[in-house]
Every structure is written in C-alpha cells, then in structure tokens.
C-alpha cells in the first residue's frame, strides 16, 4: 500500500509542476486563475491525504521533518486564517475575488500544504526542477505562438468543424498569467533561476546544458518584446545582488568569468529600462501588444497603509486576505478621480507586498517578512555551503524583488511556494542541514492507531465534499458565463442556485431582470404583461438586496440578495442603487430606497464622481440644494465628468434659469462634439425656448451620431409638427414606431397627422 500511495504522492507532484502554469481551460468565465486556482486545490489535496493514507494505513507510523521554515510558515498561515475570520468580505477572503481568485484562503492554505508536502516527501534530485522547466519551455512557445498570430493563423486552417479556443488566438494570451506583463515578470524569475543554474552546476550533460541556454535566450528575446519595466527592474536587482554575493563572498574566484552572464544581462535590462521598444514592436515586428492597467506603486502604498490604520482591528489583521477590492474603494486618493484610470475599480495592489499590509494587517506583514528573512538567512548559510541552492536562492530572491512591484497571481505564488519547499529539502539533504525527524509509531498503540484512522476517513470526507461544492460552483460558473441570449435569466438562476454564496451572480441576475421590467414597461398599456412586469421588478430588488420571491410553482422562495452576500462590496450598492433609480415610474418608494442605497455605496467608496452624481439624480426633485452639493463634489473630484455637467444644466433649467442652462449646455457641445445626450438636451432647450429652428439641427446631429436614438427621432418630429412641417414630421414618428412597435403615444400622433393632412388635401 505505501508504494501505492507513494507514488500517488508523486504523481500529483509532477503533474501539479508541469501542469499548473500552462494550465487554463475556456469553460468558466476566467480562464486562467480559476482552473489554476482547482488544478492547484486537486492535486495537492490528493497528495495531502495520501500522505496522511500512507503513514496511518501503511507504515504504520506518524513521520513528519522538522524544518527551520516550519514555524514562520504555520504562523504566517495562522495570521491569514484569523485576517479571512474577521473579514469585512468573507466571500472573497475565502474563495478569492470574483474575477482575480488567486488572493483566497484557500488557494494560500493549498500552497502552505504543498511546503509539508514538499519538505516531507520530495528528494531534491528527484526531477522536479527538470518537470517545472519543461512546463516553462511550453509556456515560452505558446506565448511565442500567440505573440506572432500563428494560433490564430492554425485556427482558419482547421474550419469551423473545430476551433481553438478563442483566447488562444489573441496576441496577448499566454497560459501562465493570461497578461503580457505578469508574463515578463515570470520570465525575469526565470532568467534569474537558469543564470544561477548555469553558474552553479559543475557538471552537467551537454543537452542539459543546451536546454538551459535555450530556455534562456527565448525568455530574454520575449521579455524584450513585452518591456514591462517592473520586470526589468527584478533582473537588474536581482543580478546586482548576485554579482555583489559572489564577489564579495568569492564564490567564483576560479572561474570568475563564469560572472560575465550575469553582468551582460545587467547592462541588458539596464539599457532597456530606459528605452521604449514600442517603436520596434510596431515598425519591424509589426507587433502592437495592449498594456495591462497595473496599480500605481505610489498610491498602492498609500492605500495598504491606510487600509492597515483604519481602526485596531485593521491595525492587527487587515480587511481580511482577498479584500482588496474594498480597501482601494475606501482608501483610494481624491486625486485618483482625476487619473486616466479613474473609472477601474483595482482588485489587486501594484505589488504584493502592500496588498498584504493592506488585507492582512501589521500581524500579517510582519509574519510575513519573519519568512522570508529566515529563509534569507538560512538560504544564505547553505549557499556558502554548497553552491548547488544557489539558483533555487537567486529564483527566490527574484520573486521577492517581483513582489514588490508587481502583484501576485497564482503561477507567481506557486513558484514562490515550490522554491520555498524544494529549498528547504536541498537544505534538508546536507550535513550541515540534517533531518530532525519526529516519529510516532502506531504499531504499538492500537487505540492511537484507531483514532487517527478515525481522522484519517473524517479527513478524506471533508476534502471529498469540498469536490462536491467544488464541483457545482464550477458547473454555476460555466452557466453564469453561458448566460447570453433567451436562456439567459435560466442561467443566472442557476449560476446563483449552484453558488448561493457567490453575490456577483446576484447583481447581474438583478439587473437583468430589471432590464426585462424596463422593456415591459416600455410597451402600450394595453400590450403590458402587469404579472409579468411585477414579477420582474420584485425579483430584480430581490436578487439585490434579499427578500421573497414566488417561484414558477408558486412556492414562496426566500432569496438572499447580494447586498447580504457582500454588504462591503460597493458594486453591489451601485447596482441595487440603479435598480431603484430606473424603477421610480413604477414602484413607489423606489426614490428612497435608491438614495439610501447610493449613500451606502459613496460609503464604501466616497471618492467616486459617479456615485455622487447618481445620488444627485435622485434628489433633484425633492431636495435640489442636496442635489447641487452632490453634483459640485462630483465636480471637485471629476472636472471633467460630462454626466454631472449636463446634470448641472438641468437643474438650472428646473430652476428657471434656461438661458444659463442653454449657454452652458451650448458649452459642452463644443468641448463634447460626439456626445449625442448633449445634442439631444440642447436641442430640447431651445424647444422649450420657443427657439425651434435652433432646435432641429441639434436633434439631427443627435440622430446622425446615435440614428436609432428614439427620444430624438421623436422630438424631431415634434419640432417639425411645431413648425407646420406636417410630412417631415410624419417621416420621423413613423421611424419611432419602427423602433418601438405599437406604442401608443406615437400611434395617436401619426393618427392624428395623417388625418389634418388628408383634411388638408381635401381642401
């Protein structure tokens, strides 16, 4: 039996190395840190619980290697479950962001019992430093393939019988990060392990020693392609430390010039952090690559220490791990409002090491970097030891430098984690490391024996039923992306009944079902479905903020809405804010309810111009001089957000004030030459102002930018009728019916035209 399980222990090792940074699949709707993210959870957990099945079942004794890192490692993981238990999102601290999922609990809990594993079952010759640059080798040809078009080019000569999937024939796809910049990063780290491979290994087979310098050269040519700068950055420090050790330490002193790669390769990303291929990409490669949106390093550190000093809780253990969606939502500066980026929402920091100070507190940094000081520390004293921990040291130290100007994704966690563990074996297998081995036999304590048997099975059942639930929030995120065209409340529905836990399929099954009221209600009295539009209604404020619901049955459901799910996530106020916004003609109350829940939302993210604008909407019937105040703060932070200015012309109208409100709307039509809801109000104003020839041309520029535009389609018309234009006027109500079929107001214009215009040519 212990072979058995051994080599299951083995097995899941190597194809969790080999597998995990190539690993992605087009069936949920993240491709990449999702299935990473399962890929990661199965494998170790069936290793974990073989290695548990092969000490109580076939040895007949509990082993377990004592190791420097043991205790720093445990306490880091402790301060990580006590940050998720008292998260202000624990959803998110537990399975990850929606959307980014590598920051969960239980991604980092599979990483922390892949080091145990590591560091009690795997030798450090054993080849899985040979399976791991395999897996780099097919990650640098995929993102070869990808970068020149050829996946897209291998698509058309296969048809339409079978096809790639469409990820695969982007220019910017490759299997390890899914970003070209997270990509360079990983290649930096790879640059930095196979230097100190090349530099360290005394002797090696030659087609050994070709593979090294092969994966060397084509990850320095891609990450010359992709010149992300933080990825320069962790090559120069990380080389500078090199050559600095081992001059200083004279490591190489009979070989010295072994050093002359390193410190080429230091002159390389020296050069190229000051000089911008972009020019080269386009004019010789013909190569375009789009950037990703990182996080400013400056405002990440600003807001992980504001997120860590919001009150003692945050002092001690952060917003929980995964929050930190709701740490730049509260913390982010003013002056964001103002950036070109204003409008993301950041689910990561611009580096790891904020992110922590930031979801996890003080008590998380601080263990943190009790970590990694130590295995500085303890990697520092084997490599005077025996050169052969130098690379797995270098590759450590290269993400280290990674993790302080760049986040971190799975594929990035995962190296950091195996180095960590294949570190401590190799140091493990020295003299001067030792094996302190604790052993417990249960051979002779039958009783013992028992109960950790009895563990053994309650172990087995937990890790078999978190596959279960595993499982259906899969099968809820294939349905949840598959939800397009007319199955697609069915899909949301069961999205949300497979992962009741999830709130992000609750907001968008929100607002889905309040784009099916808003359409109900758009059709003649007489062709509403009344049932059908309350039952919309009800259920888009529902699946929002919680209540009952009638199924198709006519049983009564209580729904838990998003806002109960994640009442710390701001889009999911956002959304129920606009659900009671866009339903004030038809339930009353709705005002109330969505100025309640916009100020909720400005809560959670008080320096959103958007929020205060929409809030404003909401009081500017009732209360303008709250309005105004919203409007100007919405101002104060976006000058030039074009909703609160035209919002600022309505008002003035509301007011009286309709010259003001014309001169300024006349404004904004020469600073915003294509924005159709400026020609459109514009054009309502001087009708208003008995001014119709100015009028027309602005509902026509209105029309010529947005031509299905019905609103101004509409007022055209009425504009042609004010003028006695009776057949132009027709020719424009008679497109607004084509648009909205049987709808009675228009119906009784076009009445009402065609029979003066018969009486007129009676006459």
């Not at 499982?471 to 992306?481: E, H, P, S």
């Not at 109900?520 to 209540?547: F, H």
Request: proline letters at 3%; a neutral charge; hydrophobic letters at 50%.
């Amino acid at each position: 039996m212990s072979n058995i399980l051994n080599k299951i222990i083995k097995t899941s090792f190597y194809l969790l190395v080999f597998l995990l940074p190539l690993f992605f699949l087009p069936f949920s709707f993240e491709t990449f840190e999702f299935n990473k993210q399962y890929l990661l959870f199965f494998l170790v957990s069936i290793a974990f619980l073989a290695w548990i099945a092969k000490m109580v079942l076939g040895d007949k004794e509990l082993r377990f290697k004592r190791t420097p890192l043991d205790v720093p490692v445990l306490v880091f993981l402790f301060v990580a479950i006590l940050s998720a238990v008292f998260s202000v999102d624990k959803s998110s601290s537990l399975l990850g962001f929606y959307g980014r999922f590598s920051d969960g609990l239980i991604g980092l809990l599979s990483f922390g019992a892949m080091f145990f594993l590591i560091t009690n079952n795997v030798k450090p010759e054993n080849g899985l430093l040979k399976t791991f640059k395999w897996s780099v080798f097919f990650v640098i040809l995929f993102s070869y393939l990808s970068i020149f078009g050829i996946w897209a080019q291998f698509n058309n000569l296969l048809g339409t019988k079978f096809q790639l999937p469409q990820m695969m024939t982007q220019r910017t796809f490759n299997p390890a990060t899914g970003s070209m910049e997270g990509l360079a990063v990983f290649l930096g780290i790879i640059i930095v392990f196979l230097v100190g491979l090349i530099l360290s290994q005394k002797s090696k087979a030659k087609s050994q020693k070709f593979f090294d310098w092969l994966l060397l050269i084509a990850s320095l040519v891609l990450i010359m392609l992709v010149d992300f700068t933080p990825a320069w950055i962790l090559l120069l420090v990380s080389l500078f430390l090199l050559v600095g050790f081992a001059l200083g330490k004279r490591i190489f002193r009979e070989k010295v010039n072994r050093l002359l790669l390193p410190i080429f390769l230091i002159i390389i990303a020296g050069v190229f952090l000051f000089v911008d291929t972009s020019n080269l990409q386009s004019s010789i490669l013909n190569l375009q690559l789009p950037k990703e949106q990182v996080l400013d390093q400056a405002e990440s550190w600003g807001i992980g220490f504001k997120a860590a000093t919001e009150n003692v809780k945050s002092g001690f253990l952060g917003s929980g791990i995964g929050t930190w969606h709701y740490d730049f939502s509260k913390f982010k500066p003013a002056e964001f409002s103002q950036n070109s980026l204003w409008q993301i929402r950041f689910d990561r920091s611009g580096n790891y090491i904020t992110e922590i100070l930031g979801t996890t507190g003080f008590l998380g940094i601080l263990s943190y970097l009790f970590l990694i000081s130590f295995f500085l520390m303890m990697g520092y004293f084997f490599c005077l030891q025996n050169q052969v921990s130098l690379p797995l040291l270098m590759a450590f130290l290269a993400l280290l430098v990674g993790q302080f100007v760049y986040y971190q994704n799975t594929t990035l966690a995962f190296i950091f984690w195996l180095i960590l563990g294949l570190s401590v074996a190799s140091w493990l297998s020295t003299k001067a490391g030792g094996e302190a081995e604790k052993t417990v036999s249960l051979k002779d304590f039958p009783e013992l024996s028992l109960i950790f048997s009895t563990l053994l099975i309650v172990l087995g059942l937990v890790i078999f039923g978190m596959y279960f639930f595993a499982g259906k929030f899969y099968l809820a995120d294939i349905n949840y992306k598959n939800a397009v065209g007319t199955n697609r409340i069915e899909k949301l529905e069961k999205a949300a009944v497979l992962n009741p836990y999830q709130s992000q399929y609750r907001s968008i099954l929100a607002r889905v079902y309040l784009n099916e009221a808003l359409n109900e209600a758009m059709k003649p009295i007489e062709k509403q479905n009344s049932e059908a539009l309350t039952k919309y209604v009800n259920r888009a404020i529902n699946y929002s903020k919680g209540g009952e619901i009638i199924d198709e049955r006519g049983n009564i459901i209580r729904i838990t809405g998003a806002t109960e799910l994640s009442p710390n996530r701001v889009f999911n106020w956002e959304i129920r804010g606009t659900i009671y916004r866009d339903i004030q003609t038809i339930t009353a109350g709705a005002t109330d309810w969505g100025i309640k829940a916009f100020e909720k939302a400005i809560e959670l993210e008080p320096t959103n111009p958007v929020l205060y604008t929409e809030l404003g909407k909401l009081l500017v019937i009732e209360k303008p001089e709250q309005a105004k105040e919203k409007f100007a703060k919405a101002l104060e932070l976006q000058p030039d957000y074009l909703d609160t200015q035209v919002q600022q012309a309505l008002i003035a109208e509301s007011e009286g004030k309709r010259d003001e409100a014309i001169k300024k709307m006349e404004e904004l039509s020469l600073t915003y030459p294509f924005e159709v809801e400026i020609f459109f109000q514009l054009g309502r104003l001087y009708f208003n102002n008995n001014q119709i020839d100015e009028a027309i041309p602005q509902f026509k520029k209105a029309i010529d930018l947005a031509p299905f535009h019905s609103n101004a389609l509409y007022s055209l018309g009425v504009a042609y009728e004010a003028k006695g234009e009776k057949d132009l006027a027709i020719k424009e109500f008679e497109k607004v019916l084509e648009l909205n079929p049987g709808n009675a107001d228009v119906l009784s214009k076009l009445e009402e035209l065609r029979a003066e215009e018969e009486k007129k040519e009676e006459e």
